[in-house]
């Protein structure tokens, strides 16, 4: 049974900025180093086979949700960001994962200083080149990271796969939309959650709920839990700006890093490009990101509520001139949006049951990137679900 809150793709699910892509918002090699390199590399394959989970369920419910792909980019400038993701794919091709390529501008002034070790992970290239991937006009970035990328429409995919599950499962799965759950009882081996004037007794519970805190926990064996996971998670909402022009453009997938050294506090910027069907036709949407702002209390966050003038006055002036400078100045947006971005303590997706009651179990923390993971975590948790023993993992609650 599919509880939900709202409408099914009303959270982030159909609020983001459609990429698909595979990155944690921590460094590979910094994972490497947590984790080792066998757990490490194990979940970023993890994460990429959801290339191959998304094929086959588009392939067996054939919902018609069109899927982009592309090469797409990220922009560095500083010798950290070379030295940080050069590690990387020195580790991606030590493990077997998905090839990436770096590139680098003749022009970079830390040309020099690149160790000898990591000559053979990338290619010196022309500073037009690397204006060309990052479709920028000046010369801020000077480096690029390019690999597997797509774009599509995840809130189209959440309405496909639900009406698919209707129309082929009626005596399996049941779909209760605008129904909170609003308090979970976990037992010994069931659960009780109070939905409005309902109550629903199932054999487990897996919250699928992000960031969102509309609801209590009561774990009657094992311990307190419900401030053990808020403390857990730390939810920003993330901003979205976008316009629509002739149909055609090629897809993209672009970011671009704002902090001198990886790990920093600015939010990066990125673009999405992408065909959009709306109202009987079909246009390019380009969508602008980056800018976040801290939610003390998700309960009280309104999904409809317009972006603030000054995150509006950061996109014009800051995300637009970089990301999509042939925009004159100025203009309205044809879409605004945002939506909740729930980060782990760990910068990890929160995957497999919950250590003190595995009556529960999770499959939330997007860390900003959670089209794919989610779909990555959808199987880990069937797999769990159904009894199989899998190795430890990153993603495991503790
Ligand atoms: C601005 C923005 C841009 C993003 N861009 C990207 C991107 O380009 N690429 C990418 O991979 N990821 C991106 N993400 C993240 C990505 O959208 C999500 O991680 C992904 O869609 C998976 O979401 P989810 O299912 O975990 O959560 P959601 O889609 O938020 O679903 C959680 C659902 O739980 C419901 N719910 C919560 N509490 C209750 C309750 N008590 N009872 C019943 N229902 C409840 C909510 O109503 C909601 O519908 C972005 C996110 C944002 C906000």
Redesign the pocket.
């Known amino acids: 049974m599919l509880?939900?809150?709202?409408?099914?793709?009303?959270?982030?699910?159909?609020?983001?900025?459609?990429?698909?892509?595979t990155y944690f918002e921590r460094p590979l090699c910094d994972l490497v180093d947590a984790f080792g390199f066998d757990m490490a590399t194990r979940g970023q394959a993890e994460v990429e086979a959801a290339w191959g989970l998304l094929d086959e369920m588009l392939a067996s419910t054939g919902a018609a949700v069109p899927v982009e792909r592309l090469v797409g980019a990220m922009g560095m400038f500083s010798l950290n960001h070379l030295l940080v993701h050069l590690r990387n794919v020195r580790i991606r091709n030590q493990s077997g994962l998905d090839r990436e390529t770096v590139e680098i501008s003749e022009q970079a002034s830390f040309l020099g200083r690149i160790p000898e070790q990591f000559r053979d992970l990338y290619t010196i290239v022309s500073q037009a080149r690397i204006r060309e991937c990052l479709e920028i006009d000046t010369d801020d970035y000077v480096a690029v990271l390019l690999n597997r990328k797509g774009c599509a429409n995840?809130a189209l995919l959440?309405q496909e796969l639900l009406a698919h599950m209707i129309r082929h499962y009626p005596d399996r799965f049941v779909f209760a939309d605008q129904?909170?759950?609003?308090h979970i009882v976990l037992g010994q081996a069931d659960a009780r959650l109070a939905?409005g004037r309902h109550f629903i007794a199932a054999s487990r519970v897996v919250?699928?709920?992000?960031?969102?805190?509309?609801?209590t926990i009561d774990n009657q064996v094992g311990g307190i839990l419900p401030q053990r996971l808020e403390s857990k998670i730390h939810p920003r909402?993330?901003?979205?700006a976008g316009f629509v022009s002739s149909p055609g453009a090629p897809a993209t997938?672009t970011s671009y890093i704002n902090n001198e050294e990886i790990g920093g506090k600015k939010p990066y910027y990125?673009l999405?490009r992408r065909s959009y069907a709306r109202s009987g036709e079909v246009v390019t949407l380009t969508?602008l990101?980056g800018p976040?702002a801290v939610v003390m209390d998700t309960a009280a966050y309104d999904e409809n509520a317009d972006v603030p003038r000054e995150i509006a006055q950061v996109f014009d002036a800051q995300v637009r001139p970089l990301a999509a400078s042939s925009r004159p100045a100025g203009l309205d947006y044809d879409y605004t949006?945002?939506?909740?971005?729930?980060y782990t303590d760990n910068k990890i997706?929160l995957v497999g049951f919950e250590p003190r009651n595995p009556v529960l179990m999770y499959?939330?923390?997007?860390?900003?990137?959670?089209?794919?993971?989610?779909i990555a975590?959808g199987l880990r948790i069937a797999k769990l679900h159904s009894g199989h023993t899998l190795q430890p993992s990153i993603f495991d609650p503790s």
């Open positions: 509880v939900e809150r709202g409408r099914a793709g009303r959270g982030a699910s159909g609020r983001n900025a459609g990429q698909l892509v995840s959440c129904s909170t759950a609003e939905v919250l699928c709920t992000n960031g969102f805190n509309h609801h909402i993330g901003y979205m997938a990125y999405t969508c990101g976040e949006w945002h939506g909740l971005m729930a997706r499959n939330l923390g997007c860390n900003g990137v959670g089209f794919l993971p989610s975590g």
